[in-house]
Every structure is written in C-alpha cells, then in structure tokens.
C-alpha cells in the first residue's frame, strides 16, 4: 500500500469505525512503500490503533525509516512484533530504535535480519537491553557485519557489550547472532558470559560464523555451567570430530545434571557424521517458523516453571512441551529463490526460512 491508498481506505471508513479500526498483523514487503511515504504511514499506523505484527521486508528502510519506526514505538505502545528484514537499517537507525526501547514496555520481537548493523548499533541496542528494557524476548542480527571491526578500541567495547547482554539480566530468550562475524575470541566470551546465574537465553543462534574447534570448547565450559540454554545451532561452522566430541561430552554433563540441551544443531560443519554421538547432537531443524511462537513458548514455559505451578514442575521437565525437532528435505533453502511467487527466503530462527514474497515456511535438513 501506498500514502494514497492508504489515506483513502482509512476515510472510506464509518466514523465509528474509524475510532475502532484494529490491525492483528500488517505485512509491507518489496517496495510497495516509497521513502516519502514512511512518515505519513506511521502516522496512520498509530492513530488506527494498528496492533501484533508488523513486518517491513525488503523496503530499502534506511536509517532515517529507521528513526520514523523508533517514534512508532515510543507513541504505539501495542506492537507486539516488529521484523525489519532485509533492509538498509544502520548504526545510526539501530540506535534509534534502541533508544526507543527504552520508553517501549510492549514489544516483545524484532528482527534486523539482513541489514547493515555493525559494532556500533550493536552496541546501542544491547546497553540498552541491559540498562533499561525488560520486554524484548526475542532479538535477531542475523547477516549483520556486528563483529567485523578491525579496531582494536572498537573490539574490545564490542566484546565487553556482547558478554554483557548475555550475562547481565534481560527478558531475551532467542538472541540470533548467524553470519555475524563472530570468532573464536567472541565464542571464548559467550562461554563465560554463559556462567552467570542472570543469563536468561534459552535459543542461541551461532551459525554460519567459521567457529573453530577451539571457540566451542570455550563455548562448552560455560555451557557445563549454564541453566537456561536448551537449543543451540552451531551449523555451518568449521568444527571438526574432535570439537563434536567436546560438544558430546557437555550435552552429557547437562543431562547429568538434569539441565539437559534438547537439540544441538550440526550440520554443515567438518565433522563426519556428528549424529552418532548423541540423540541431541542433530542435522535436523527446530519448527519455530517465527517469533509469535517463541514468545507463546516463553509465556508458557514461565507459567509452569512459576512459584504458583505445581511443585512437580521444573526447567528440564517443562520444556518437554517445546515443538518436536521435524527433519525435511525441500528443494528451497536459506537464499534461495521461491518457486511460488520468486521472492527470496529469510532466515527466522535456527534453520528454518520463510519467503519474504508469499510466507511459505520451510525448513533445511
């Protein structure tokens, strides 16, 4: 839709109508909405009482979008969801948008999947987290350079930032970091920042990130530690037999201490045939197909693991009511075109991908 139509569907409108118009999930998707446009979109956005989803793909939002959305959030206090895939958000609109966050008490998802974020907007959103924000569960940075500085200065801060967002307390319970740079050094602080007792993350997304042998280790002491992870995707990576055997090893140690890992996603790795060294350790995929349904499964993993649920009830045991692992085999993958409507396909959390044209959701094996 564009300024027009959209000012025309909304006057079309009974008055009484118009006070009440409510909006569960609005899709805007592959230029439909010009740059001068965003402003007066937003605005009717807001005054609509439009609520739940709203996904912006492939729209070229730049960081000046960017900084129309974060006003969106700040006065609409009802959006529920907000995926900004595939765009052109950088530092500066990642900023804004954190900033926003920190008057925002209602959003619970965002996704800046496939944009431009680097170290810098990295950073504003996770302090802002950390500082401010107890509302945002699931956060994705997939297919951002976040951790490709090579600035001594800026590193350190970045690497400091991330250990901080996962150790210090925050309401995140998917934090997506796929084809972000990270390295062995990032993996070597994510395992400890994995130590705290405050860390809340139960999914974390590492993929695509040309982690060694020598990063999961360090991964796995912290793992040994931690409570609350209990889906880790590691696909796509260099780790070897020899790394798959440490991973093994911590999966075990868990399940020993009856704080096991449901599923460990290898695939695409170096190593021969990971799935022979425990039922956890798989080449299959997790059937979340967006972020709805991560926060419906944080809202009831909280309610049965609350001091008002049965004595009966714990972490390990509830977490049996998470959607089973479904291994497939389509012809469609992360990247690739869709054969329904040739729109391309996002990565949403783990190894699952939606088209961004049509919505058909699948997921690699």
């Known amino acids: 839709i564009g300024r027009v139509a959209l000012e025309a569907f909304v006057q079309c409108l009974p008055d009484d109508c118009q006070d009440r118009l409510e909006c569960d999930s609005l899709v805007v ?40 959305i974060a006003r969106l959030l700040k006065e609409n206090q009802d959006v529920q969801d907000l995926r900004l895939s595939q765009n052109s958000v950088g530092d500066e609109g990642t900023a804004e948008l954190a900033s926003a966050l920190e008057i925002n008490n209602t959003l619970r ?41 090579t600035n001594d200065e800026a590193r350190k801060n970045l690497l400091r930032t991330l250990g901080k967002l996962i150790s210090e307390p925050t309401a995140l319970l998917y934090l997506g970091l796929f084809n972000t740079g990270l390295g062995d050094e990032e993996f070597c602080v994510i395992g400890k920042a994995l130590t705290s007792v405050q860390c809340s993350l139960c999914f974390l997304d590492l993929g695509r990130n040309g982690i060694t042998d020598i990063g999961v280790t360090e991964l796995c002491r912290g793992l040994e530690q931690n409570t609350t992870v209990k889906y880790l995707d590691l696909s796509d990576n260099q780790i070897t037999n020899e ?48 972020m709805s349904d991560v926060i419906e499964t944080y809202l009831e993993f909280e309610k049965l693991t609350s001091p008002t649920s049965s004595s009966s009830s714990s972490p390990a045991t509830s977490a049996a009511h998470l959607p089973p692992c479904q291994p497939t085999s389509p012809s469609t993958a992360d990247g690739c075109v869709c054969a329904c409507c040739e729109g391309y396909f996002e990565r949403l959390v783990v190894t699952c991908v939606e088209c961004v044209g049509c919505h058909l959701t699948v997921c690699t094996s």
Not at 260 to 275: S, T
Request: aromatic share 10%; glycine share 8%.
């Open 109 to 149: 998802g965002l996704s800046l999947s496939r944009n431009r974020v680097g170290s810098d907007g990295f950073i504003a959103m996770a302090t802002s987290l950390a500082m401010c924000n107890r509302t945002l569960l699931f956060l994705n940075f997939g297919r951002n350079p976040i951790f490709t500085t």
């Open 243 to 290: 790394g798959v055997t440490v991973i093994s090893k911590c999966v075990q140690s868990r399940d020993q201490q009856g704080k096991p890992l449901q599923r460990v996603w290898m695939k695409d790795n170096r190593a021969a045939d990971p799935r022979r060294y425990t039922g956890c350790i798989v080449d299959a995929v997790f059937t979340y197909s967006n």
């Open 29 to 68: 998707k592959n230029g439909v909405l010009s740059r001068c446009d965003y402003s007066v979109f937003f605005q009717k956005y807001t005054e609509e009482n439009c609520t739940g989803d709203l996904r912006i793909i492939n729209e070229g939002v730049d960081d000046e979008g960017a900084s129309e």
